[in-house]
RNA sequence: GGGAGCAUAGCUCAGUUGGUUCAGAGCGUCUGCCUUACAAGCAGAGGGUCGGGGGUUCGACUCCCUCUGCUCCCACCA
């Protein structure tokens, strides 16, 4: 059949993964032999691909791809994050846009159009996963809302509860007014933001909450929040303002009075040295109130709008309130100036909305035991980083955790487990019918329609820090005296987690603590951290730069083992990713090279009678050497998580030393049969280089690997060994490279006279050279080599060097003898300046008494291998010249 | 404000205890080729004072100090 030119991924891609689901080779149940095991870090379960996951994925492929092919039992687990925030606000949006605001359903309802909107866009991703070629073990996908996983989540609330490590109390929390609900401290990011800074006048209260003509200033960059203010404060030691101890003033347009106070936290040097205390909308202000006794008032609502309390601009959002009541304090004779001003305002992650300091109620997890371990963990390699330098930050972390904040004001997600009662008490319990029962030991005479549960969820990290451990046994969290199932024990702790630096601290961090307190281990071995992903002038991918290409159209452009190979190409550990599509096309221009390679073999007929040419044995002799060289410098690669470095490796091996020299060297001439040695060789290495490259490029290795024999139903390449590294002889490699320099050398020179390679050449070279190449060199080069200690006339020809022989090649009337003259003459003053830096370091006693003697012996190598190129080139001159 | 990291060819990056002829790779560039696997290809070539300065050493891309320029993380200066 003839083969088209191009290789056409789109006819292979979704029949192979077909096959490979048929035949269930993705599935894993333990057996004896050694696990490797990955866990997926869980994307949102209403998510779309992106590049970042097609990076993350790719690695996490190739990791378990390997290992498969070493013969492990390789088992990927795949699932889906709940993702609180983002999927509840995907649903309130969805439900907006259809005229349904969230506060009129109740949470029931609410809860029956989150999981419609679940079962229609849950999954998407994971199929997407399916066309790049992940070899996830399906029948084992989890969602971490599964009800056993909510579970396992439930019992761990509980049990950290009653070991005393999850509290309620009043904090200032970071509230979210988009999201409408407190987020942690990791999910606020700090940005710095052009704002104003308003400088307000304040006057003095004569004391019966009337204005005198006296007046302070005070800076602010939120007057909208000045009716909630509870004090003035100022440094005692400012003597600026002594005159004002003791004073009151009147917040403007209410003209409430408020008391000066005085407290150290205030920066004389800042702003005009006077503070405004606002304690319900700051958090330093808070602690300041708590200092002092200042009351709270909090005038912002869930919502980010101005409350009654305020009692004027009731209802406007705080940004609208900002900017009207300007005017007004303007129009009041309040405002002093306005001054452009960047300071740092925290944004919520999650919804990107200002985050708006709050007081409320939450639950939290105490962190310092945990983080402890946890660190240890690291510390002590039971874990380790790649690369290390991530060592450094997140220790950082560690040592300055806060409590976790872990309620979120939410219906999309695991409901925290404790129940009211009447008079206030509650209780914690895995079920109601635990609860009811736990409260009346409280008061026997509660019932079950007394008891009413908390209203918040828990963050989605509470159940994401499990995941390693509840997709295998669901019972386990919570419960650390519990057996571990048969699955869990033999699957955990898992080998490698491939994932972003982004969520080492609220993810990798806190698997690692749940780990060790509910499995005594950690939860995997290796965490490699990938880049992040961004465009090629280094801005990262985002919707609103439109700089974010859909992976499953470059798939679907260029196959999924292009887009594979591109992304994994300028992929190394801990550095970020500049994606450019030319990686994707260097992708399917390997593809082709492969594709054609077999294309050039599969041609090959034998011709029984046919012995094999020399050329071909030495290079089937050399080729088996430089696989097995290549097989133990991928093997090394593969070890310390340099992946990219291995696939250059291997891409190298293919392209230059199996197609550019290989195959053009055992290539049979037109219209000739091969003979069978070396076809049977040929076949060989075309299926090991098959094997080496399939767990990056699965695909098409699984095509060729079909094509290329009769295969029974139900064989893979997957489940093939990778070819393992057997001893190598360096001295033919190093043989065979210098002739293909050689070969370069006559190719140059053909080059430059302008001779067609069709025209066969007289190649000499001096006695010393080894013989055995030699037949490459006449084949690829077109040379009839004689070896001799003597090359005749060397005026007519030009000669050239590799490493340190000298080849010559005759060429009667071709020669330009004063370029060639020039040439020599540049070669001989190259050589000599370099042999005085040699000699100048031989004739230093301290370096050969100092240096290592091999080092030593390298030197007078040099000046030997110099003193011969000089000599030689010398001799070329002096027959040039006709000396 | 605190901490960490980076700076090597036009671009993206390797360079693994300071020592092989070590200054590298891929891509791009230039030159010549539609050669009977592949022009998404073949052959050949050029290209860098290893950010600046100083120091340690027989020897520094590699270790130390300093300057400059980027990046990231953490952080409550209104």
């Not at 490979?20 to 998510?47: A, C, M, Q």
């Amino acid at each position: 059949m003839e083969l088209s030119a191009k290789y056409n991924p789109s006819a292979t891609e979704d029949k192979w993964y077909a096959y490979w689901l048929e035949h269930k080779f993705f599935h894993s149940e333990p057996d004896e032999r050694e696990p490797y095991t990955i866990v997926i870090p869980p994307p949102n379960v209403t998510g779309i691909l992106h590049m970042g996951h097609v990076l993350n994925n790719t690695l996490n492929d190739v990791l378990i791809r390997k290992a498969r092919m070493d013969g492990k039992n390789a088992c990927w687990i795949p699932g889906t994050d709940h993702a609180s925030i983002a999927t509840e606000n995907k649903v309130v949006a969805k439900l907006k846009s259809e005229g349904i605001e969230k506060e009129s359903l109740t949470r029931g309802e609410f809860l029956k159009y989150a999981w419609e909107w679940k079962e229609k866009h849950g999954g998407i991703i994971l199929s997407q996963l399916r066309k790049l070629g992940a070899s996830c073990d399906w029948d084992r996908t989890k969602f971490t809302m599964d009800p056993d996983m909510s579970e396992a989540v439930i019992n761990t609330f509980v049990y950290f509860y009653r070991k005393g490590y999850i509290y309620r109390g009043i904090r200032m929390v970071n509230w979210d007014p988009v999201g409408h609900t407190a987020v942690s401290d990791e999910e606020v990011i700090h940005r710095d933001t052009v704002s104003k800074f308003y400088h307000l006048r304040y006057f003095i209260s004569d004391g019966n909450g009337n204005p005198t003509d006296k007046y302070i200033i005070i800076a602010t960059t939120r007057p909208e929040t000045i009716m909630a203010d509870a004090a003035i404060c100022i440094n005692p030691e400012d003597e600026r303002y002594h005159w004002l101890k003791g004073k009151k003033v009147l917040i403007p347009l209410i003209n409430k009075e408020i008391p000066v106070i005085e407290d150290s936290y205030v920066e004389m040097g800042f702003g005009t040295g006077c503070l405004k205390v606002t304690p319900a909308h700051d958090v330093n202000d808070y602690e300041i109130g708590l200092r002092h006794n200042l009351p709270v008032l909090d005038i912002i609502d869930d919502h980010g709008r101005l409350n009654e309390k305020a009692l004027i601009l009731v209802g406007e959002d705080r940004f609208d309130a900002r900017h009207k009541i300007e005017g007004m304090l303007r129009e009041a004779g309040n405002l002093e100036k306005v001054e452009d001003y960047t300071s740092p305002v925290g944004y919520s992650e999650r919804t990107n909305a200002v985050i708006e300091p709050r007081l409320s109620m939450q639950w939290f997890l105490k962190m310092d035991d945990l983080a402890r371990e946890a660190l240890e963990s690291v510390e002590s390699g039971k874990v380790k980083l790649i690369p290390d330098k991530y060592r450094n930050t997140y220790r950082h972390w560690m040592e300055n955790v806060r409590d976790w904040c872990i309620s979120r004001q939410l219906w999309w997600g695991q409901r925290i487990p404790a129940y009211y009662l009447p008079d206030g008490s509650f209780v914690v319990e895995p079920t109601p019918e635990a609860a009811l029962e736990a409260a009346r030991k409280i008061n026997p005479a509660v019932t079950a329609e007394d008891l009413r549960q908390d209203e918040d969820v828990l963050d989605t990290w509470f159940s994401s820090w499990l995941w390693p451990i509840s997709v295998f046994d669901p019972e386990m969290p919570g419960h650390p005296d519990h057996k571990p199932g048969k699955d869990l024990a033999y699957y955990y702790p898992t080998s490698d987690l491939v994932t972003g630096p982004d969520i080492l601290f609220f993810w990798v961090a806190r698997m690692i603590m749940a780990g060790n307190e509910f499995m005594h281990d950690v939860p995997f071995r290796n965490v490699y951290l990938t880049g992040i992903v961004r465009d090629k002038l280094g801005r990262k991918m985002s919707k609103t730069l439109g700089n974010s290409p859909d992976p499953l159209d470059l798939i679907a452009k260029y196959g999924a083992d292009a887009v594979r190979l591109g992304m994994l190409l300028c992929s190394s550990a801990g550095n970020d990713i500049l994606y450019d599509e030319a990686q994707i096309e260097q992708g399917r221009n390997f593809c082709n090279k492969i594709w054609n390679a077999y294309r050039l073999i599969s041609g090959w007929k034998t011709d029984g009678d046919a012995v094999q040419p020399e050329a071909s044995a030495v290079a089937v002799k050399w080729f088996r050497n430089k696989l097995h060289e290549t097989v133990a410098l991928v093997e090394d690669h593969f070890s310390k998580f340099r992946i990219s470095d291995a696939l250059m490796a291997i891409y190298k091996l293919f392209w230059d030393d199996f197609c550019s020299w290989y195959l053009e060297a055992v290539k049979p001439a037109y219209n000739t049969g091969i003979d069978r040695k070396t076809l049977e060789a040929s076949e060989e290495f075309f299926e090991a280089l098959l094997k080496m490259i399939h767990p990056v490029m699965p695909f098409i290795t699984e095509e060729l690997w079909h094509a290329m024999a009769d295969r029974q139903e139900g064989e893979t390449i997957m489940l093939q060994r990778y070819p393992s590294a057997g001893a190598y002889d360096s001295v033919l490699i190093e043989n065979f490279g210098n002739a293909c320099e050689a070969i370069a050398g006559v190719r140059n020179i053909r080059q430059q006279k302008n001779i067609s390679l069709k025209e066969t050449l007289e190649l000499k070279v001096r006695t010393g050279f080894p013989t055995e190449v030699l037949p490459v060199i006449e084949k690829l080069a077109n040379v009839k080599v004689t070896v001799t200690d003597s090359f005749g006339d060397t005026a007519s020809g030009v000669s050239f060097m590799v490493k340190t022989s000298e080849f010559f090649v005759p060429l009667a009337g071709m020669v330009d003898t004063a370029e060639e003259i020039a040439r020599l003459e540049a070669v001989i003053a190259y050589q000599e300046k370099f042999l005085e830096t040699v000699r100048k370091k031989l004739s230093n006693e301290k370096f050969v008494n100092s240096a290592p003697e091999k080092v030593v012996a390298m030197e007078r190598k040099k000046e030997a291998d110099s003193l011969a190129k000089i000599a030689a080139a010398e001799a070329s001159l002096k027959a040039l010249k006709g000396e």
